[in-house]
C-alpha cells in the first residue's frame, strides 16, 4: 500500500504525467496537418523537424548536470512548464523554423519530464509498488490520451489551430506551476549521486534498454505503415485503432504491474519478447489485414511490459545510482531513434518485410538476454494487489 509520506509524490506524479500526456497527444494529433496546411511544409521539412525531435531525448543525460543546480522534482516541473510553453507556441510560428524551435523546447520538456518521472518513481516507491505505480502511471496516460483526441474533435469545430495549440500549452503550463510549489519528497530517499553513471553490474540493463529502443523506433515507425501502405487502412480505421489501443491499455496497464510483482521481470519480459517475434513474422507475411491489426493490438499491449525492465534495474542498483542511471538509459533508448529509421527504411525499400524480420531476430537476442535475470525471491505480496486502489 501507499504510505501517507508517499501520497504526496504519487499525485505530484499523477498531475505532471497527466499534463505531460496531454501535450504530446496534442502535438501528435495537430502537428501534421498543421505543418502542412498553416505552415506550408514538405514531406522533407516534416522528417527532419521528427529527427530533431529525439535529439533532447538523445541528450537526456545532461539532465544529471541540471541537477547539481535544482532538485530532481523542481526539474520535472520545469520540464512539464518547458512543455506547456512550446506547445502553446507552436501555432504562433507556422514556418518551418519556428516549428523548428518550438519543437524543441515541447521535446526538452516533454524528455526531461520522463527521465525523472522514471527516477523519481524508482527512489520513492519500493520494489512491490513501483511496478503498481508505474502501471497506473500507464492507464492514466490511456485515458487522458482518449480525453485529449476527443476535446481536439469538438475545439477544432470551432478554433484555429493557434487557439487549440494556446489552450493546451496554457494548460500544462498551470500543472507545471503546481507542480513548482510543491515538495512532494521525503527524507528518507538516500541523496542522488551527482555524475554519469556507468557500472558493469549495469551491463544489461543498459543491453535491454537499448534493444527496447530499437523495438519501440520499429514499432513507431513501420507498423502504422505497413498498415496505410500495404493494407490501406484509412484515416478512419487509423484513428478509430488508436482510440481502440488506449482504451484497451487503460484496462491493462495495471494488470501489468501486478504480473511484474507476482511473477517477476524475466518471466514477463520472456513473455513480451516471444511474443514480439510471432507479431513481427505476421507483420512480415500475414496477406490478413485482420491479423495485422489484432497483431496490432497486441504489440502495443506488450510495449508496456518493458516497465519490468525499469523495475529489473531498481532491484539491483545502488539507491545512490537511479537518478543519473535513468537519465544515461534514456540516452542509451534513444541512440536507437537516430539511426532505426533511417537503417529500416532503406530496407523497407528493398522488401518492406525485411525491417519486421531484423525486429523478430533483435526479438530473439532480447529474449535470450532476459534469461540472465536472476529470479529473485519473491517479495511480501500481502496486501499489493490492493495498492493503488488496483
Not at 520535472?76 to 507556441?89: D, E, Q, R, Y
Not at 523495475?311 to 545512490?320: E, R
Not at 532480447?366 to 486502489?389: C, E, H, T, W, Y
Amino acid at each position: 500500500m501507499v504510505s501517507a509520506e508517499q501520497r504526496p509524490m504519487l499525485r505530484f506524479l499523477i498531475v505532471q504525467t497527466t499534463a505531460s500526456v496531454v501535450g504530446l497527444q496534442c502535438w501528435m494529433i495537430l502537428f501534421n496537418n498543421f505543418a502542412v496546411e498553416s505552415a506550408g511544409l514538405n514531406g522533407l521539412q516534416i522528417g527532419i523537424i521528427g529527427s530533431m525531435r529525439e535529439i533532447p531525448g538523445f541528450l537526456a543525460l545532461l539532465a544529471i548536470f541540471v541537477l547539481l543546480l535544482i532538485r530532481e522534482h523542481k526539474l520535472s516541473a520545469l520540464s512539464i512548464i518547458c512543455l506547456g510553453i512550446g506547445i502553446g507556441l507552436t501555432g504562433v510560428f507556422p514556418s518551418f523554423t519556428g516549428l523548428v524551435i518550438t519543437t524543441l523546447i515541447m521535446s526538452f520538456g516533454f524528455h526531461y519530464y520522463e527521465t525523472t518521472n522514471q527516477s523519481l518513481t524508482l527512489q520513492y516507491f519500493d520494489t512491490v509498488t513501483s511496478p503498481l505505480v508505474f502501471g497506473r502511471l500507464r492507464s492514466l496516460a490511456a485515458a487522458t490520451s482518449i480525453g485529449v483526441g476527443l476535446l481536439l474533435f469538438l475545439l477544432g469545430l470551432v478554433c484555429s489551430y493557434e487557439v487549440m495549440f494556446l489552450a493546451v500549452g496554457s494548460l500544462i503550463l498551470a500543472a507545471g506551476l503546481w507542480g513548482l510549489q510543491q515538495d512532494p519528497t521525503h527524507t528518507r530517499v538516500p541523496p542522488q549521486h551527482r555524475k554519469m553513471i556507468f557500472r558493469k553490474k549495469y551491463a544489461l540493463y543498459y543491453f535491454l534498454t537499448f534493444m527496447a529502443g530499437a523495438r519501440r523506433q520499429i514499432f513507431i515507425a513501420f507498423s502504422v505503415y505497413l498498415l496505410v501502405e500495404v493494407f490501406h487502412c484509412t484515416l478512419t480505421e487509423i484513428t478509430l485503432l488508436f482510440v481502440v489501443n488506449n482504451a484497451v491499455n487503460y484496462l491493462l496497464s495495471p494488470r501489468i504491474g501486478r504480473a511484474i510483482v507476482r511473477f517477476g521481470e524475466r518471466k514477463v519480459l520472456s513473455l513480451e519478447y516471444a511474443g514480439l517475434i510471432a507479431i513481427f513474422m505476421v507483420y512480415a507475411f500475414s496477406g490478413s489485414k485482420i491479423v495485422v491489426i489484432l497483431m496490432y493490438i497486441l504489440d502495443h499491449i506488450l510495449f508496456n511490459f518493458a516497465i519490468a525492465i525499469r523495475t529489473y534495474f531498481q532491484k539491483v542498483a545502488d539507491p545512490q545510482d537511479i537518478a543519473p542511471s535513468m537519465a544515461v538509459g534514456f540516452t542509451i533508448n534513444h541512440v536507437a531513434a537516430v539511426v532505426m529509421p533511417a537503417i529500416g527504411g532503406a530496407l523497407w525499400l528493398v522488401d518492406y518485410r525485411i525491417p519486421f524480420i531484423f525486429g523478430a531476430l533483435l526479438a530473439l537476442v532480447s529474449l535470450l538476454a532476459v534469461q540472465r535475470i536472476p529470479q529473485f525471491s519473491d517479495p511480501d505480496l500481502k496486501g499489493s494487489a490492493s495498492a493503488l486502489g488496483t
